[in-house]
């Protein structure tokens, strides 16, 4: 009994922590994307997928997603020096997205890896995808605004049981059928391609087709991110607790498996 609590404790943990990063990450996204001019269901479905694939990469290989990241940062900076506010969005998205693959393919050359980190990515697009068009159609049947604490809650806890349920099916599909070595150089071009497209709104690329819009949106981020946060920690410590309880094995146990 005692080791159930503890091991229903420690869940309930880790998973606050990745749901709070996640709802953090959706939050803003979702302002965003809805100040780009997104409406409906998208902000929440692309929203949903970008958040699931970051928090998964940083979750389940997180010196590959660091790598991803800093090209991303050093991509979208050497970008805005040489190209300046002229540069569209896509570019600096694809020029960073480009500097991460070489830096993954470096980086898998040197220590080689598994496809483990992109069946990781993968399961979060999927799982994302699915839980933000479930929240869209959630909302539009029950009507009325809800907060982001309630909506970041709702979708951590949708994309965190469809991880679960998703990954292992997907992960073995990525270990039968990924070339050793190639999921490294892919993830890290997505994250590096997330993180300069980040770093492009957030520096005003595309403003000139709506920069009061883009600069609202950032504020009503800035406002919202910690009502994200802890409504994606609540959302994530109730559903890791669920499952940990009923015996669904965790993802550090299925790929002990696989």
């Excluded at 997907?170 to 994250?191: D, E, K, M, S, Y």
């Excluded at 609202?216 to 910690?226: C, E, N, R, T, Y």
Aim: negative net charge; hydrophobic residues 55%; charged residues 5%.
């Amino acid at each position: 009994m005692k080791n159930k609590v503890a091991a229903v404790s420690i869940t309930a943990i880790v998973w606050a922590l990745a749901g709070g990063l996640f709802g953090a990450i959706f939050t803003g996204l979702h302002q965003v994307l809805l100040a780009l001019g997104l409406v409906g269901w998208q902000p929440l479905v692309v929203g949903g997928a970008v958040a699931a694939m970051t928090t998964s990469a940083f979750y389940g290989s997180m010196p590959v997603a660091l790598i991803g990241a800093m090209a991303g940062m050093l991509g979208s900076i050497g970008t805005l020096m040489v190209g300046g506010q002229a540069v569209a969005l896509p570019v600096i998205a694809g020029v960073c997205g480009l500097t991460g693959l070489v830096v993954g393919l470096f980086h898998s050359w040197v220590l080689p890896g598994n496809a483990r980190p992109l069946g990781v990515i993968l399961t979060g697009f999927l799982a994302g995808s699915i839980a933000g068009a479930l929240v869209a159609w959630g909302l539009g049947i029950l009507g009325g605004p809800f907060g982001p604490f309630v909506v970041a809650a709702g979708i951590v806890a949708l994309v965190g049981s469809l991880f679960q349920f998703g990954g292992p099916h997907i992960l073995r599909g990525c270990f039968a059928w990924v070339p050793q070595g190639l999921g490294t150089p892919l993830v890290a071009g997505i994250i590096a391609a997330v993180v300069g497209a980040a770093v492009g709104i957030m520096s005003g690329l595309g403003a000139s087709d709506g920069g009061q819009s883009i600069a609202d949106g950032i504020q009503q981020m800035v406002a919202q991110v910690p009502t994200g946060f802890l409504g994606g920690m609540v959302g994530g410590a109730i559903t890791g607790a669920v499952l940990e309880l009923v015996g669904v094995p965790l993802e550090d146990e299925i790929e002990h498996n696989l």
